[in-house]
């Protein structure tokens, strides 16, 4: 399999067997097809793209179905996915860094057994201006590298 790159006259069963040999070594797989016997590879892999133009029972096992069933929207599919998981990811980080920051605030208060220095109003706008500002911002950018890793580490 890691010699060859095309398969011909391929039963549902090799091609689910295509799909776990490439898991198993280690690929994201995403496979797209249109008929009945695509369904187990498409169950199998990681990413199941329909066509349109298929069967119902295809589209219904599918993550994505291509509605105009064209494959040159793929690159930029791809492309907003990656966009989306980058920043969510960057912002999930700011969101820890706070929830952090306002636990260990609150943990340190509650020793010394003095108030605590911040009223409501004070902190949502402290949270506004060093979380919801840059977040916001942060979710616009542009950022199409390829995901890497788990999502939990990446915080981390």
Known sequence: MRNARIFG???PGQKKKIVKALQDDGHVVAMTGDGVNDILALKQSDCGIAMATGSEAT???AQFVLLDSNFAVLP???DQGRRVINNVSRVASLFLVKTIWSFLLSLIYAIVAFPYPF???EMQLLDFLGIGLPSFFLALEAN???VKGDFIKKLC
Do not use: C, G, H
Request: aromatic share 6%; glycine share 0%.
């Open 9 to 11: 006259r391929v039963t």
């Open 59 to 61: 589209q219904s096992v």
């Open 76 to 78: 930029q599919v791809v």
């Open 119 to 121: 009223k409501p109003l």
């Open 144 to 146: 199409y590298e390829i």
